[in-house]
């Protein structure tokens, strides 16, 4: 394992848990893969560390999974209330390059080069992953319920699993064909087509962003292993590329607009600092020590807390309709996430 950087080693020699929770996170440096990460994980302190509750090899990750949950559940509640005060895609830029910066920032930082990734490669990922994916969420979130918006985007895994199917030649298992077949009867409750044109315009851009978000997870995956990069790197990457595209769709589709109040600089941070650079740190560390699968069941936690802190807060009650297909598609990702291939 790669050792932790001099800034960290005092804070490692007093407290030996936070050595085990930072070593995964630095090994990720140039020249290093994910399966030598993976492979070199059984040796870290965390998973030598004695079986007790603080000691098991997945407490310090399902922490950070647990934070992050919540990090990013909420925040569909702080960025709903932020788009009163600041236009959609200038919101959405903002909320993506200056994370992006931080992360670049931290790379030296962690003995990674600051080198970008191929640009044929991390140029379309973050148009697909960051650009479509938060443009299209902003334009969501403008009209649309916060919980709703939430849970129509975090279909993601299952447009992921038909277009692994289709490009990717994965075959699915029945159980996954079910889990499709009930996320498609949720989104038709969701979308209520028999509403007003502006719902069914908000929970159309909310599919988009969950089918761009999972074009960008193919592209990653179609194209990303032929390639020996630093995963942090290519986020940090891609994310500024595509916070740069939705900027110059700011500039040309929507007049500049903000209202600094101490509201909107509240959001501005939020998303900036614990939903952005910390919650993707988060994000890596906990994918990284946890299998995939438990991973997956943690990341249904984010619309589960989006639906409960926009009903609390927001007075987002949802209507039979709402309710139902919000089940539903809770319901799909559930099952496609227990299915044995997936």
């Not at 009163?84 to 030296?108: N, Y």
């Not at 992953?129 to 939430?150: I, P």
């Not at 249904?300 to 807060?313: F, T």
């Amino acid at each position: 394992m790669a050792a932790l950087p001099t800034l960290f080693k005092a804070d490692a020699r007093r407290n030996p848990n936070l050595t085990a929770m930072l070593q995964p996170l630095f090994a990720f440096r140039h020249g290093h893969t994910l399966g030598q990460l993976m492979s070199s994980i059984h040796d870290s302190p965390a998973v030598i560390a004695p079986r007790s509750v603080r000691h098991h090899p997945y407490f310090w990750p399902l922490v950070a999974l647990l934070l992050l949950g919540l990090l990013w559940g909420y925040n569909w509640v702080v960025m709903k209330g932020g788009l009163s005060e600041i236009a959609a895609l200038w919101f959405g830029a903002l909320r993506t390059i200056i994370p992006a910066v931080l992360l670049l920032l931290l790379l030296p930082a962690t003995g990674r080069s600051l080198r970008p990734p191929p640009m044929h490669y991390v140029i379309p990922l973050g148009l697909l992953q960051t650009a479509g994916f938060v443009g299209f969420m902003m334009w969501a979130l403008q009209t649309g319920a916060a919980g709703e918006t939430a849970v129509i985007v975090f279909t993601m895994p299952l447009w992921l699993m038909l277009m692994a199917h289709v490009v990717l030649h994965e075959r699915l298992t029945r159980r996954q064909w079910l889990a499709l077949g009930i996320a498609g009867m949720g989104l038709f409750f969701m979308i209520a087509p028999w509403r007003g044109h502006l719902a069914i315009g908000a929970s159309l851009f909310a599919v988009l962003s969950g089918l761009t978000w999972a074009g960008g997870s193919i592209w990653q995956k179609k194209f990303g292993r032929r390639y020996r990069l630093d995963l942090l790197s290519v986020t940090a990457w891609q994310m500024l590329f595509g916070g740069f595209a939705i900027l110059l769709a700011a500039v040309i589709l929507e007049p500049w607009h903000a209202e600094w109040t101490s509201h909107l600089l509240w959001v501005l941070f939020y998303n900036i600092v614990p939903a952005g650079a910390l919650g993707w740190l988060l994000w890596i560390y906990a994918l990284h020590n946890l299998p995939t699968r438990i991973a997956g069941f943690g990341s249904l936690l984010i619309p589960s807390v989006g639906v409960l802190g926009a009903w609390i807060q927001l007075g987002e009650r949802p209507g039979l309709f709402e309710l139902i297909g919000i089940i539903l598609i809770l319901t799909a990702l559930l099952l496609s996430l227990i299915s044995r291939r997936n």
